[in-house]
């Protein structure tokens, strides 16, 4: 059986391409489950996490076919609502790295992303009251908290599609690179994520996602879990050593 999701797996970072070209990468049953799967071994073994898609697409939507036999009972469920929140709640940073559609459901598993970035050819949108549906995956609420209540609204209540150039002017990407350069930009951001200490950014992915009321509270007790650890130490040490370093070697005359 051919796997949903291509899987490159580093020390540090994990990348995960949908692979179903046949239907422009496609959210169906399998690909959620290969999502849970993925979830479930990052959970256990934190790194970053790329999502990305193959063949310039990153995903043009759920699998209709399939949505068209779900019922009410399988909208309780949330079938991609549970996989798309289980992403956003990882560890450690996950970033989009979108080229093509990113539609419907495939738009909102970009939106679960902490980080995206994307290409002059990205498509966003979410057409789904075309279908006499709503996007229920996460769409009405983190979009609203990316691009502003009003841009969520006309996008979500049209179905407008938006280029990568509105996308990066609206905040829904936070930077555009041509389609060769895509993952490249990905992995640079990775490799700045990794140099920093993981358990302070693992914090600091957590008080981000954190509620309003528990602000600034949970930022203090953080900090107090932060201030007390060696890597904290080692790191302001190495870093004022440095700057000694710098500062005697400025004060060396060459002739």
Known sequence: MAEMLQIERRDDRVVAALNRP???NAIDQAVIDELHALCEELEENPRVLILTGSDGVF????DIGQLRDRD???ARRG???TAFRRIRALPMPVIAAVDGYALGGGAELAYAADIRIGTPRVRFGNPETG???IAAAGATWRLPEIIGHARASELLLTGRIIDGEEALAWGLLSALHEPGD???AAH???DRICANGPRATALTKLVLLAPADQHPGIELE???ELFESDEKHRRMTAFLERRADRARAGEVKTP
């Open 131 to 133: 279908l006499g549906i």
């Open 222 to 224: 953080v900090q107090a």
């Open 72 to 74: 009410a009972a399988d």
């Open 182 to 184: 895509l993952m490249a």
């Open 188 to 190: 640079a951001l990775t």
């Open 59 to 62: 995903a043009s939507g759920a």
């Open 79 to 81: 079938v991609n609502t």
């Open 22 to 24: 046949e239907v422009r």
